[in-house]
């Protein structure tokens, strides 16, 4: 390519290729540098910004090859080592499909009119000052406030002109235990024992009364007036402390639900040992007063079971599917309010907040889907609605079937108050509530009017399930004379299985690990296998999988108190899953039916 052109610039003007060479110069370069083809342009290395310098032409050299204009100021070193202040402007080129860079350098005798600010006068540092996005000050010997940056200025939120005329104020931007570390920090670097502090976690007093935090690095520069002073750079860390508070949080949280997952499942296999006995105890006496007792400590069972199973729904993850199939969209409403009002039970107690719902159903259609989803949607706009409610007040809940199912919770305009307190509006952010909504298809409305702000979901009509066959429990039949193996390690549930199917006339033996209920199964002839899930050795699911692959007509029944993520996936290896706690009846209700299904697939 020809750059001829170039010669006619009065200005220096070279080519530089994508490695740093250059492959042309013209004659005013040339003249710059000396007469010799050898001679090179190099950085001024004695000039106190040079390392400033070699970073600003590393970056703008990449900014050019990215297809970016740039320009700065440097201090040259040209022919017989004349310092040449200077205004480089890099231009990218492309040149045999090489990227390429066209300098041109623009020797200036007056930085005052040049667009350089780095060194106008540098006794002030007028750049750094000016200019740097941290917040640096200078202070004297005595701590006391020399010089403050514009970005200073508004971090400790004080006037320039305020605080250079109060010097004494900068110490008192902070906390009283980081003032004396920051005054002993400038003792040390005065009387010589350090040159260099670096000052982690100082906290600063804001006109906000937020904390914030920050680090510092203190270090002498010289000074025609004192002799030198202490210059001082901050480091904001406050997003950094409030991220790691944040994390630290849901670690504990996470740690918390943990505890609290084992916690759930130790209740459940207790209850479910409760209502078992209760109503084995129930067919054993014709007394009313003990019967009265038994069903109502069976009563209280069932509820306590009931609260275990929605705390349970609502923190176990998205890909859990073990309740998949269909349910009054009533109960699931009852669900999601009863969960609510345990976070509003707490919230009368500490803070004095008391908060009432309301209903009015018009459906009892039922819908299937991921019904835990729908749980979280109705709950998070309980939630979103009562949390414009001030001190007290009502939620409306009103459930309607057109052609969809239409759920609306809303508030009275008079209960709305401006400063409402915290509640559990972010069960789930706005954002992600219509995010998970719009994964089951289901729309939400919010509208205000004159009386009332409301918040509607639509439950789509393909989510509602017409002419469901229900007659699966009516369908009571016997289990005897039948040879069932049961592995379970909660002595008290296995004694509660081995009484009641030995009570019917079955032959019943048990194991308490997977590896021994397994060597069991292989030795013998089983029409039955009820299994735990957690279990020593494998899991459940594992367990009824290796029976199923030895022996296909053999029932699988698994019983858990755990809620399991992939337990869809194991269709085909178990017949019958169970949630803990579970009433006998419906246990023995549901293996009969699953019996009845195999031998009418064999016939």
Request: proline share 2%; with cysteine.
């Amino acid at each position: 390519m020809d750059f001829s052109v170039l010669h006619s610039l009065s200005v220096p003007c070279c080519i530089i290729n994508s490695s740093g060479e250059i492959v042309f110069r013209n004659e005013s370069f040339t003249v710059l540098t000396g007469s010799s083809e050898s001679s090179e342009l190099t950085l001024d290395d004695s000039h106190e910004l040079f390392n400033e310098y070699r970073k600003k032409i590393a970056l703008n050299f990449s900014k050019t090859l990215s297809g970016l204009d740039t320009r700065f100021f440097v201090v040259l070193k040209g022919h017989n080592n004349k310092k040449i202040p200077a205004e480089l402007y890099l231009y990218p080129m492309l040149i045999e499909n090489e990227r390429s860079i066209a300098l041109i350098i623009r020797p200036v005798e007056d930085r005052v009119v040049s667009f350089d600010r780095s060194m106008q006068n540098p006794n002030e540092h007028t750049s750094l000052y000016d200019y740097s996005p941290c917040p640096v000050v200078t202070v004297d010997t005595s701590a006391r406030l020399v010089r403050i940056s514009s970005s200073a200025e508004n971090y400790f939120g004080t006037n320039r002109d305020f605080a250079l005329e109060n010097p004494d104020c900068f110490l008192t931007f902070f906390t009283s235990y980081c003032s004396e570390k920051l005054k002993a920090a400038v003792v040390d670097i005065c009387n010589g024992s350090k040159s260099f502090v670096r000052i982690n976690d100082l906290k600063v007093n804001t006109k906000t009364g937020v904390e914030n935090s920050c680090n510092a690095a203190l270090y002498k520069i010289d000074s025609d007036i004192n002799g030198h002073d202490i210059e001082i750079v901050f480091e904001d860390t406050t997003r950094l402390k409030m991220l790691e508070s944040k994390l630290s949080k849901m670690n504990r949280v996470q740690i918390f639900s943990d505890m609290t997952k084992g916690l759930l499942h130790s209740f459940n296999n207790l209850i479910n040992v409760i209502i078992n006995r209760s109503q084995m105890l129930s067919q054993l006496t014709d007394k009313p007063n003990i019967l009265d007792g038994l069903q109502s400590i069976n009563e209280s069972a069932v509820d306590a079971a009931t609260q275990i199973r929605r705390i349970q729904e609502f923190i176990t993850s998205d890909s859990v599917e073990y309740n998949q199939g269909s349910v009054e969209i009533i109960e699931l409403v009852r669900d999601a309010i009863e969960f609510a009002s345990i976070h509003f039970k707490v919230e009368r107690k500490e803070k004095g907040r008391s908060i009432s719902i309301s209903k009015q159903y018009y459906t009892k259609a039922r819908v299937a889907g991921n019904l835990k989803i729908l749980r979280e949607i109705v709950v998070s706009m309980i939630f979103r609605i009562s949390s414009y409610i001030g001190q007290s007040g009502a939620v409306d809940i009103e459930l309607k079937k057109d052609d969809d199912i239409i759920f609306t919770v809303s508030v009275k305009r008079g209960l709305v108050d401006n400063d409402p307190l915290e509640t559990g509006e972010d069960f789930l952010p706005e954002i992600e509530l219509r995010r998970i909504a719009d994964k089951i298809n289901v729309r939400i409305i919010e509208e205000e009017s004159a009386d009332i702000i409301s918040l509607s979901a639509v439950i789509p009509a393909k989510m509602i399930v017409t002419g469901e066959d229900s007659a699966g429990n009516s369908d009571k039949q016997k289990i005897r004379d039948c040879d069932i193996l049961i592995v379970e390690d909660e002595p008290a549930l296995t004694e509660i299985l081995y009484e009641l199917f030995d009570f019917m006339g079955n032959r019943v033996i048990v194991h308490e690990d997977a590896e021994s209920g397994l060597n069991e199964f292989k030795n013998g002839h089983f029409d039955i296998v009820i299994s735990d899930y957690g279990l020593k050795g494998m899991t459940g699911t594992e367990l009824l999988t290796e029976i199923r692959e030895l022996r296909e007509t053999t029932l699988t029944v698994l019983l858990t108190g755990w809620m399991i993520d992939d337990i869809k996936s194991y269709n085909k290896q178990i017949d019958l899953f169970l949630q803990k706690p579970f009433q006998i009846e419906v246990l023995l209700n549901q293996i009969a039916l699953k019996l009845a299904e195999k031998k009418n697939k064999l016939k």
